[in-house]
């Protein structure tokens, strides 16, 4: 599959021309990161454990859960995709001998890999910034595990962004639906802080969805708050919910493409 | 056999009528009075192998929409065709191997990037071998005259070197048919006469079926021997574009220039009916079969002739013409 591999790269230099951007995008990691930290840094002044997180546990919580969401980011993708649509490049894109499903998805990966490589940087500053303060690495096997599960992730996240995308076949508009699942899939994964915080309810609830198995279970297998077995399990879900979500992107662009072939856009 | 072949194609689309106000688009959340129009009206046409064709027709009589069925974008709502024996919206490999469309509205190439990137990935996506990309690249590049800008970001090059680089990409796998949506449009007279012979030069070597629209009558006149004439929707003509200016076009024009003085128009209209005058030129337009002759009768009559230049009518005035009869 040479072709996709040429996407790849050809998106990784258009993103060299960018640089500024890249910049941009770094800064506002950090910012979110400072405002967590400074949060759980001023709750625990005058307490001691909150339902099991020391603080030294709580700001590894808060800065893991931080560079495996910005690891595992798209970056807005959905907007590249709802662009292609209404734009009309996809009609330059379907005559062509190449699906468009594996299209967007090497053009994703090379969006990403830049970036990528900034969070990877700027992980090492922070977590020399906390040195001391943060949960040290567990064993070989568990860090496999852990890459495997964020892999996992960033497909998660990328199927998710192309179906969001593909909304752009029915609506002019797909960012209201875009900013709500953004802040809500955030929410629910634990990327501000651990879902087990939540009521029961909600914590019971957010099992039934993705996104806790994205962020909140990686970074529990990270702390050794949960078993290897446990994580093993938690990749199992996130493969499930990866062809689920395969299975969806393959009905809704067929359906999109049904309504573009019609209408032209 | 033909390479193109269309059978009572049809295409209707759907729309929503929207009334202006707030009120009514709030209306529009739970009620939309749908309309319908006919893009396309079953038409028909075959194409044989080798055929530049002009499509030609004013904005919206269904050009575009017809190219984008037979490169498989739209589905049509009834009908038939088929290109190089595929049926286009099946989207076969195969097929998409065999043909290009290039709009002269949307972009194929990498924006942020060289040309020459674009291509590359072309190569791939097309699986065109090293030795034929180079061997195509080479012929395409000398022809158009573009291999200094091909290391050039493409937002930074000219209308017309992108439209040029839009052509190179669609053109290196070797398509057996080519269809060109306006590939002139926005280009200054010079880039479009570039344009122009490159099709002209590329179709006469390589025997590519060229289905080709265009507002621009020069483009038409130039590459194009025949033309299919759409109006909503439908084909007006189909045919010779010589036959058609016969048909449409039933005189010449005459254009003379005399020396000194000159001549007052009233000597002139007896010869026919005078479009432009000054005493020094003037344009008549006379019945085809005569304008031999009054082209004669001006010469041995007594007044300054200087010159007399026997042209054709402008065929954009031919154009004009049926599609105003259509009405």
């Not at chain 1, 649509?85 to 468009?100: A, E, R």
């Not at chain 1, 093993?232 to 999109?256: N, Q, S």
């Not at chain 2, 893009?39 to 004013?58: C, M, Q």
């Not at chain 2, 590519?208 to 194009?224: F, G, N, P």
Request: glycine share 6%; hydrophobic share 45%; charged share 20%.
């Amino acid at each position: 599959m040479k072709k996709y591999w040429h996407i790849i790269t050809n998106e990784i230099q258009r993103q060299f021309t960018y640089r500024a951007s890249i910049a941009a995008y770094a800064f506002g990691n950090i910012a979110e990161l400072v405002a967590l930290t400074v949060i759980w840094t001023i709750v625990y002044r005058n307490i001691d454990v909150i339902k099991g997180y020391s603080a030294h546990e709580m700001i590894s919580y808060v800065v893991f859960a931080w560079f495996f969401s910005f690891l595992t980011t798209t970056y807005s993708f959905e907007q590249n995709v709802a662009r292609d649509i209404h734009l009309g490049t996809l009609s330059n894109l379907l005559v062509k001998p190449q699906s468009y499903i594996r299209y967007v998805m090497a053009v994703a990966t090379g969006r990403i890999t830049i970036a990528f490589l900034i969070v990877l940087v700027q992980g090492a500053i922070v977590f020399s910034f906390f040195r001391g303060q943060l949960t040290s690495l567990p064993d070989f096997f568990t860090i496999l595990l852990l890459l495997c599960m964020l892999i996992a992730t960033y497909f998660i996240n990328l199927f998710l962004s192309i179906i969001i995308g593909f909304i752009a076949f029915w609506t002019m508009e797909i960012n209201g639906t875009y900013y709500s699942l953004k802040v809500f899939s955030k929410f629910m994964s634990g990327t501000f802080f651990p879902i087990s915080l939540l009521p029961a309810f909600f914590m019971k609830a957010s099992f039934f969805l993705p996104f806790v198995y994205t962020i909140y279970i990686p970074v529990q297998l990270y702390l050794g708050k949960i078993s290897f077995v446990e994580g093993l399990r938690g990749l199992a879900i996130e493969i499930l919910w990866l062809v689920v979500l395969y299975v969806i992107i393959k009905i809704v662009w067929k359906l999109g493409l049904k309504k573009y072939e019609s209408v032209g856009i | 056999m033909a390479i193109i072949e269309v059978k009572n194609l049809s295409k209707t689309y759907e729309y929503y009528k929207k009334q202006p106000g707030l009120w009514a688009s709030m209306k529009g959340l739970f009620h939309r009075e749908k309309l319908y129009k006919e893009a396309v009206k079953e038409i028909n046409f075959s194409i044989e192998e080798g055929e530049l064709v002009g499509f030609l027709g004013p904005n919206g009589a269904g050009k575009t929409t017809t190219l984008k069925m037979l490169s498989g974008i739209l589905y049509p709502t009834s009908g038939e065709a088929k290109v190089l024996g595929h049926i286009p919206w099946k989207r076969e490999p195969k097929y998409q191997k065999q043909f290009a469309l290039v709009m002269g509205q949307k972009n194929q190439l990498w924006w942020d990037l060289p040309a020459m990137e674009s291509f590359i990935l072309n190569k791939e996506i097309y699986e065109v071998s090293d030795t034929d990309f180079k061997k195509n690249m080479d012929e395409l590049v000398e022809l158009l005259d573009i291999k200094d800008i091909l290391d050039i970001q493409v937002r930074k090059l000219s209308l017309g070197q992108r439209m040029k680089c839009e052509l190179v990409a669609a053109l290196l796998h070797k398509p057996k048919v080519l269809f060109l949506d306006e590939p002139t449009i926005g280009l200054d007279v010079v880039a479009q006469k570039n344009i122009r012979d490159f099709i002209k030069d590329y179709n006469r070597k390589n025997k590519t079926t060229i289905l080709l629209t265009s507002h621009y009558m020069e483009d038409v006149k130039e590459l194009c021997k025949r033309v299919i004439i759409i109006e909503e929707g439908k084909i007006g003509y189909d045919g010779d574009l010589a036959s058609l200016i016969e048909k449409y076009a039933p005189y010449k024009v005459l254009k003379i220039t005399f020396e000194g003085e000159g001549v007052k128009e009233a000597d002139i209209s007896k010869f026919g009916e005078v479009h432009q005058f000054t005493p020094n030129s003037i344009t008549l337009r006379v019945p085809r079969e005569k304008a031999k002759n009054v082209a004669r009768d001006i010469l041995s009559s007594n007044l300054p002739v200087d010159d007399i230049l026997i042209d054709e009518v402008d065929i954009s005035d031919v154009v004009r013409k049926i599609f105003s009869n259509g009405k």
